[in-house]
């Protein structure tokens, strides 16, 4: 048997974070992670029979082993498997009918059908900038929207960071779910994790903030961003949002809905859900309205 790759570079990063936590927020990281079934809402009732309600989550259920997806008569599937996390982080930009929303990392596109069962209507660009995922992108959008229900919803691959410039003031809310160091991906594939150094946590909060900057900007007065990753590093999560609070006008939301959700751990800007509590995650958010 091989022995399990380790990296003292990244323990001794994450203890220092962590502190006694580490050790048992690694083992929950390299756990499999809980998932739920969420209902496809854009096709008829599905009978959810034998499954297991995500009691604090509508319209999802716990995933069970072995599941495999089922489509319908017309060739949508009646569930989207993601984390239970990812929900939370798409309901948190509260998005509403008629709205312009951007979601500006999108593939592969969970949090965008979330975003679009809000809206029904209005307009939503769906933006990835890798071609092969906006593939992906494009087929989850046709697997799960009936074509005349997704006439609001468009795909574009645009770098994020012109968005800014581009449409500056165009959205009322703007979902930037960044590209980011995915620690539970990581020890997954031993070659990256063998190579982890902490410059690549500080290069990728280089690329967040950016952006995160071109969300400030293309979203409008009093309208909101959300700023996600699902990394448990704080130089790609608060400090990232510190930089703006410091730099441009903000203020940062905490939305009482938000409270019922128990396992939510405060952070100084946003929130964080964290695999050693709650089996799902990891997930940062932020939610931040431009002022
Ligand atoms: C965390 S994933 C998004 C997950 C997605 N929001 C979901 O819920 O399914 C980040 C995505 O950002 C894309 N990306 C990376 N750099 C980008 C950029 N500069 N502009 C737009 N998308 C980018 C990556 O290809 C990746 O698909």
């Known amino acids: 048997m091989n022995s ?16 006694g936590r580490w050790p ?3 083992d929950a990281l390299a756990q499999k992670e809980k998932q739920v079934l969420r209902e496809n809402l854009f096709i008829d009732k599905t009978d959810h029979l034998g499954l297991e309600d ?7 259920f716990w995933k069970p082993e072995g599941f495999s997806l089922q489509k ?4 949508h599937y009646n569930y989207y498997v993601l984390d239970p996390a990812s929900v939370i982080v798409a309901r948190a930009l509260e998005a509403k009918p008629d709205e312009k929303i951007l979601d500006m990392c999108a593939a592969p596109g969970g949090k965008s059908l979330v975003i679009a069962e809000h ?27 009936p074509r005349d229900q997704r006439l609001f919803v468009s795909v574009k691959g645009l770098d994020g960071n012109q968005y800014g410039l581009r449409m500056p003031g165009e959205f009322d ?5 960044v590209p980011c160091s995915g620690e539970r991906h990581l020890l997954e594939n031993p070659k990256e994790f063998a190579m982890w150094t ?3 946590t500080q290069h990728l909060a280089v690329r967040q903030y950016s952006l995160l900057s071109s969300a400030w900007l293309a979203v409008k007065e009093g309208g909101r961003i959300v700023y996600s990753t699902c990394s448990i590093s704080p130089e790609e999560n608060d400090e990232v949002v510190a930089k703006l609070v410091k730099k441009r006008k903000v203020k940062i939301l905490r939305p009482d809905w938000l409270e019922v959700f128990d396992f939510l751990e405060k952070t100084e800007h946003g ?3 964290l695999p050693d509590r709650t089996g799902f995650g990891p997930m940062y958010f932020s939610v931040i309205e431009k002022s």
């Open 24 to 26: 048992k927020l690694r």
């Open 173 to 177: 809310r703007v979902l930037a779910d």
């Open 54 to 60: 995500c009691d604090f989550l509508m319209h999802c």
């Open 198 to 200: 902490k410059k690549r």
């Open 119 to 145: 809206m029904l209507s209005g307009e939503l660009i769906s933006n990835e900038m890798s071609d092969s995922r906006r593939e992906r992108l494009l087929r989850v959008f046709h697997e799960y929207i």
């Open 271 to 273: 929130y964080q859900i």
């Open 72 to 75: 319908n008569d017309d060739g």
């Open 4 to 19: 399990p790759i380790t990296n003292e570079l990244f323990e001794k990063y994450f203890s220092e974070v962590y502190g």
